[in-house]
């Protein structure tokens, strides 16, 4: 009997001790998920705004006054004087749209309920985007009906002209240019 006394106090003890270590340990991983969370907020490289009903800033991280033009600070400023795009933004059924800011592009995702935007850049990415398009190569076969027809009996000088005439309008991507001969 005195052993299962024993026995009872000794698991008790324990899991009083384990208890208290536990607590100990989730407080000090809440202290350092909220120490990291803080720290990520104002330093990630996404630019985040919370606005009002009235469409007025009410807060904004470190990282987005950066992006604004170096403005002292946009607390208290409206959303149009970011960009003018954000209003037909938040204005759409769209939750997300492409803008461009002092020459780069940002991705600005809206979060309607919570009255947030966050800003991403995604410059590089447009950048390839247009490169890749830029450099699709593209082949074609013309055949020009009638040529060898209509050529015949013109001087060597028109013929030439018409040629380069020709090569010119098929370089341009067929684009019209006016030719008198």
Same mark, same amino acid.
């Given at each position: 009997?005195?052993?299962?006394?024993?026995?009872?106090?000794?698991?008790?003890?324990?899991?009083?001790?384990?208890?208290?270590?536990?607590?100990?340990?989730?407080?000090?991983?809440?202290?350092?998920?909220?120490? !990291?969370?803080?720290?990520?907020?104002?330093?990630?490289?996404?630019?985040?705004?919370?606005?009002?009903?009235?469409?007025?800033?009410?807060?904004?991280?470190?990282?987005?006054?950066?992006?604004?033009?170096?403005?002292?600070?946009? !607390?208290?400023?409206?959303?149009?004087?970011?960009?003018?795009?954000?209003?037909?933004?938040?204005?759409?059924?769209?939750?997300?749209?492409?803008?461009?800011?002092?020459?780069?592009?940002?991705? !600005?995702?809206?979060?309607?309920?919570?009255?947030?935007?966050?800003?991403?850049?995604?410059?590089?990415?447009?950048?390839?985007?247009?490169?890749?398009?830029?450099?699709?190569?593209?082949?074609?076969?013309?055949?020009?009906?009638?040529?060898?027809?209509?050529?015949?009996?013109?001087?060597?000088?028109?013929?030439?002209?018409?040629?380069?005439?020709?090569?010119?309008?098929?370089?341009?991507?067929?684009?019209?240019?006016?030719?008198?001969?």
């Amino acid at each position: 009997m005195f052993c299962l006394l024993l026995s009872i106090v000794w698991f008790l003890r324990n899991e009083a001790q384990f208890d208290k270590e536990l607590k100990a340990y989730i407080a000090k991983l809440s202290y350092r998920l909220k120490k !990291v969370g803080d720290e990520a907020l104002l330093n990630m490289p996404i630019g985040i705004v919370l606005y009002d009903e009235a469409r007025q800033i009410e807060w904004v991280n470190p990282y987005m006054n950066g992006l604004a033009g170096g403005m002292e600070s946009l !607390v208290g400023k409206q959303l149009n004087e970011i960009n003018d795009k954000l209003m037909p933004l938040i204005d759409s059924d769209a939750g997300m749209r492409v803008i461009k800011m002092d020459k780069r592009y940002y991705s !600005v995702t809206l979060k309607r309920t919570e009255r947030l935007l966050y800003f991403t850049d995604v410059t590089d990415l447009i950048e390839i985007k247009r490169r890749y398009y830029n450099e699709q190569a593209v082949f074609a076969i013309i055949y020009l009906d009638n040529y060898d027809e209509v050529t015949q009996g013109m001087e060597d000088q028109v013929r030439s002209t018409l040629n380069n005439v020709t090569t010119s309008i098929i370089k341009k991507g067929g684009q019209p240019i006016m030719v008198f001969i």
